[in-house]
Protein backbone atom coordinates (compact mmCIF):
# COMPACT_ATOMS: atom_id res chain seq x y z
CA UNK A 1 0.00 0.00 0.00
CA UNK A 2 1.23 3.41 -0.60
CA UNK A 3 1.58 6.26 2.23
CA UNK A 4 2.51 9.52 1.18
CA UNK A 5 3.07 12.00 4.13
CA UNK A 6 3.59 15.56 4.12
CA UNK A 7 5.19 17.82 6.68
CA UNK A 8 7.20 21.08 7.26
CA UNK A 9 3.75 23.17 6.62
CA UNK A 10 3.51 25.69 9.20
CA UNK A 11 3.01 29.78 9.85
CA UNK A 12 5.41 32.44 7.80
CA UNK A 13 5.40 36.20 7.14
CA UNK A 14 4.85 37.21 3.40
CA UNK A 15 9.04 37.04 2.20
CA UNK A 16 9.91 34.01 4.02
CA UNK A 17 10.66 30.50 3.63
CA UNK A 18 9.20 26.62 4.35
CA UNK A 19 10.75 23.21 3.03
CA UNK A 20 7.99 20.66 2.22
CA UNK A 21 8.90 17.12 2.24
CA UNK A 22 7.06 14.49 0.86
CA UNK A 23 8.17 10.30 2.23
CA UNK A 24 6.62 7.99 0.46
CA UNK A 25 6.40 4.41 1.74
CA UNK A 26 5.34 1.23 -0.33
CA UNK A 27 6.37 2.91 -3.63
CA UNK A 28 10.11 4.06 -4.82
CA UNK A 29 9.83 7.52 -5.81
CA UNK A 30 12.60 7.67 -8.33
CA UNK A 31 10.57 5.35 -10.42
CA UNK A 32 7.18 7.93 -10.79
CA UNK A 33 7.04 11.57 -11.35
CA UNK A 34 5.91 13.31 -8.27
CA UNK A 35 4.04 16.47 -7.70
CA UNK A 36 2.73 19.08 -5.35
CA UNK A 37 -0.47 20.52 -5.76
CA UNK A 38 -2.79 23.12 -2.88
CA UNK A 39 -5.80 23.83 -2.44
CA UNK A 40 -6.95 27.30 -0.89
CA UNK A 41 -10.32 27.92 1.04
CA UNK A 42 -13.02 28.01 -1.45
CA UNK A 43 -11.19 26.90 -4.13
CA UNK A 44 -9.95 24.38 -6.67
CA UNK A 45 -7.39 21.95 -5.93
CA UNK A 46 -4.31 23.85 -8.36
CA UNK A 47 -1.03 22.58 -9.67
CA UNK A 48 2.31 23.64 -8.42
CA UNK A 49 4.89 21.87 -9.10
CA UNK A 50 6.24 18.23 -10.71
CA UNK A 51 9.38 16.33 -11.01
CA UNK A 52 9.86 13.81 -13.79
CA UNK A 53 10.64 10.13 -12.90
CA UNK A 54 14.80 11.23 -13.95
CA UNK A 55 14.94 14.21 -12.02
CA UNK A 56 15.84 16.37 -14.42
CA UNK A 57 12.90 17.70 -15.63
CA UNK A 58 10.60 19.91 -13.81
CA UNK A 59 7.39 21.69 -14.20
CA UNK A 60 5.79 24.82 -12.32
CA UNK A 61 2.89 26.79 -12.73
CA UNK A 62 3.53 30.33 -13.77
CA UNK A 63 2.29 31.64 -9.97
CA UNK A 64 5.43 30.17 -8.25
CA UNK A 65 8.01 29.98 -11.00
CA UNK A 66 11.00 31.38 -9.64
CA UNK A 67 10.21 31.05 -6.41
CA UNK A 68 9.45 27.64 -5.69
CA UNK A 69 11.66 24.78 -6.18
CA UNK A 70 11.36 20.78 -6.91
CA UNK A 71 13.43 18.12 -5.60
CA UNK A 72 14.02 14.66 -5.00
CA UNK A 73 16.18 12.95 -2.69
CA UNK A 74 16.23 9.08 -3.99
CA UNK A 75 18.48 8.21 -0.54
CA UNK A 76 15.66 9.21 1.35
CA UNK A 77 12.48 8.22 -0.98
CA UNK A 78 11.35 11.95 -0.17
CA UNK A 79 10.94 14.90 -2.64
CA UNK A 80 10.95 18.35 -1.55
CA UNK A 81 9.05 21.54 -2.18
CA UNK A 82 11.58 24.92 -1.48
CA UNK A 83 9.08 27.70 -1.37
CA UNK A 84 10.50 31.15 -1.16
CA UNK A 85 9.45 34.74 -1.04
CA UNK A 86 6.26 33.43 -0.27
CA UNK A 87 3.38 35.61 -0.32
CA UNK A 88 -0.10 35.71 1.16
CA UNK A 89 -2.09 34.09 -1.75
CA UNK A 90 0.08 30.99 -1.66
CA UNK A 91 -1.61 30.27 1.66
CA UNK A 92 -3.53 26.04 1.34
CA UNK A 93 -2.93 23.12 2.28
CA UNK A 94 -0.45 21.36 0.15
CA UNK A 95 -0.30 18.12 -0.96
CA UNK A 96 1.86 15.34 -2.49
CA UNK A 97 1.04 12.99 -5.41
CA UNK A 98 2.78 10.19 -7.00
CA UNK A 99 2.04 8.87 -10.15
CA UNK A 100 3.17 7.42 -13.65
CA UNK A 101 4.11 9.09 -16.96
CA UNK A 102 4.48 12.49 -17.97
CA UNK A 103 2.26 14.59 -17.80
CA UNK A 104 1.98 12.34 -15.16
CA UNK A 105 -1.36 10.78 -14.01
CA UNK A 106 -1.31 11.04 -10.32
CA UNK A 107 -2.92 7.84 -8.46
CA UNK A 108 -1.56 8.44 -4.77
CA UNK A 109 -2.01 11.38 -2.46
CA UNK A 110 -1.00 12.40 0.52
CA UNK A 111 -2.84 13.87 3.29
CA UNK A 112 -1.74 17.02 3.07
CA UNK A 113 0.24 20.09 5.03
CA UNK A 114 -1.10 23.43 5.86
CA UNK A 115 0.93 26.42 4.15
CA UNK A 116 -0.14 30.15 6.09
CA UNK A 117 1.82 32.88 5.29
CA UNK A 118 0.66 36.22 6.89
CA UNK A 119 0.93 39.26 5.32
Known amino acids: QVQLVESGGGLVQAGGSLRLSCVASGRTLRNYATGWFRQAPGKEREFVAAISISGFVTKYADSVKGRFTISRDNAKNTVYLQMNSLKPEDTAVYYC????????????WGQGTQVTVSS
Open 97 to 108: ASGTGWPADFDS
